[in-house]
T-cell receptor, first 113, second 117 residues
Framework: GNSVTQMEGPVTLSEEAFLTINCTYTATGYPSLFWYVQYPGEGLQLLLKATKADDKGSNKGFEATYRKETTSFHLEKGSVQVSDSAVYFC????????????FGTGTRLQVTL | DTEVTQTPKHLVMGMTNKKSLKCEQHMGHRAMYWYKQKAKKPPELMFV???????INESVPSRFSPECPNSSLLNLHLHALQPEDSALYLC????????????????FGQGTRLTVV
């Protein structure tokens, strides 16, 4: 079956620090990969996505590269801000017509001044 | 308009009550979803509707009854819930693409936070 493994949180960083949140996946075929962000008390927002091997998704300074050889999709940001504090979910969608997302357990990021 | 709107935002109900959650989107998406999210856990898929027809039911108890009256609306009818059903209920929508024609990005609403007392 499909599964997504994320690094355990919480991750606590000082403002302007470099961020990496690891994500690896198991899936058959060629899934699409996503990072969603959830701010306190809110729903999920799509942060970035990649649909095929070697694609790089990017948005708001965050980046992730679809690495098929290592089945990974690690999230990075060069300089985090306090406003980036949230829970980050890695997710995959298997090849198909509809969305049937499998999420990782989520990683809470806390950024302090 | 790239919004998925859910109402109400908060709901408290007794175990003998009947209530409904509502979801609306105007992006022309023909797939709609209900997810359940417990505290500090990832969302879990409950139901998928494709072209207003139920296509996936992830073995959800019958006290949850989904309904898709048209392509823009999705309801979740609740009856005889248990306290352990308290959670954030998320609605999402996505396009339905021809197989192999690209990814199917899901757009989520803000959720309804349900408390069963």
């Amino acid at each position: 079956g499909n599964s997504v493994t994320q690094m355990e949180g919480p991750v606590t960083l000082s403002e302007e620090a470099f961020l990496t949140i690891n994500c690896t996946y198991t899936a058959t075929g060629y899934p699409s990969l996503f990072w969603y962000v959830q701010y306190p008390g809110e729903g999920l927002q799509l942060l970035l996505k990649a649909t095929k091997a070697d694609d790089k998704g990017s948005n708001k300074g965050f980046e992730a590269t679809y690495r098929k050889e290592t089945t990974s999709f690690h999230l990075e940001k060069g300089s985090v801000q306090v406003s980036d504090s949230a829970v980050y979910f890695c997710a995959l969608n298997p090849t198909g017509t509809a969305s049937k997302l499998t999420f990782g357990t989520g990683t809470r990021l806390q950024v302090t001044l | 308009d790239t919004e998925v709107t859910q109402t109400p935002k908060h709901l408290v109900m007794g175990m003998t009550n009947k209530k409904s959650l509502k979801c609306e989107q105007h992006m022309g998406h023909r797939a709609m979803y209900w997810y359940k999210q417990k505290a500090k856990k990832p969302p879990e898929l409950m139901f998928v509707y494709s072209y207003e027809k139920l296509s996936i039911n992830e073995s959800v108890p019958s006290r949850f009854s989904p309904e898709c009256p048209n392509s823009s609306l999705l309801n979740l009818h609740l009856h005889a819930l248990q306290p352990e059903d308290s959670a954030l209920y998320l609605c999402a929508s996505s396009p339905l693409l021809s197989r192999g024609k690209g990814d199917t990005e899901a757009f989520f609403g803000q959720g309804t936070r349900l408390t069963v007392v």
